[in-house]
């Protein structure tokens, strides 16, 4: 049972182009979604995250979208880098449950073409 | 510059050898985690420690265990490798307090290669 999807493996988008990845979540305990980013041969890093009393986050060119009522957020990157490819999961957390755990989803590979 | 290290970056073991998976952390930070990746499955969480001699099961536990004696050192072990544990295998950390809402560090990874 998936509780995080990220339903496309691969995105590719032009240098300077508007980077959006998506990610749908069905447990509607989840109150928080964080964003990573993970180079090959590198560990995952923190990229961004919202909590669910938000619907908008923002960080430079980064923006996390928040819509509770679909179970959906989105990451939009603008303008989109080359040094932006890499794989992006998005994870999402239950504050009042398992509160230690981090559910991720399967990732999507941005290509970012120069 | 937070900082977290794993023993090793690429593993190459046969079916039945204990494996010991090293992680150390030099941020202080009370939570560590085990997770492993694989194609197609994103990150799943295998064990949990929020503190020292202190731990709990993540999604998959079934052929792991862990220890934590000190502080800043998580460490993986497989009993009995199977190649069906052949995997990246990621640590993290984060600061003690509601969990949920903290950033976890993660280290750079082990791709363990079971034959």
């Known amino acids: 049972d998936q509780q995080v999807k990220q339903n496309s493996p691969s995105l590719s988008v032009q240098e300077g182009r508007i980077s959006i990845l998506n990610c749908d979540y069905t447990?509607?305990?989840?109150?928080?979604f964080l964003w990573y980013k993970k180079y090959p041969a590198e560990g995952p890093t923190f990229l961004i995250s919202i909590s669910s009393i938000k619907d908008k986050n923002e960080d430079g060119r980064f923006t996390v979208f928040l819509n509770k009522s679909a179970k959906h957020l989105s990451l939009h990157i603008v303008p989109s880098q080359p040094g932006d490819s890499a794989v992006y999961f998005c994870a999402a957390s239950d504050s009042g449950g398992s509160n230690y755990k981090l559910t991720f989803g399967k990732g999507t590979l941005l290509t970012v073409n120069p | 510059d937070v900082k977290v290290t794993q023993s090793s970056r690429y593993l190459v073991k046969r079916t039945g050898e204990k494996v010991f998976l090293e992680c150390v952390q030099d941020m202080d930070h009370e939570n560590m985690f085990w997770y492993r990746q694989d194609p197609g499955l994103g990150l799943r969480l295998i064990y949990f420690?929020?503190?020292?001699?202190?731990?709990e099961k993540g999604d998959i536990p079934e052929g792991y265990s862990v220890s934590r004696e000190k502080k800043e050192r998580f460490s993986l072990i497989l009993e009995s490798a199977s190649t069906n544990q052949t995997s990246m295998y990621l640590c993290a950390s984060s600061p003690w307090g509601l969990i949920a809402y903290n950033e976890q560090f993660f280290g750079p990874g082990t791709r363990l290669t079971v034959l």
């Open positions: 447990n509607s305990m989840f109150d928080y």
């Open positions: 420690s929020y503190d020292v001699k202190m731990k």
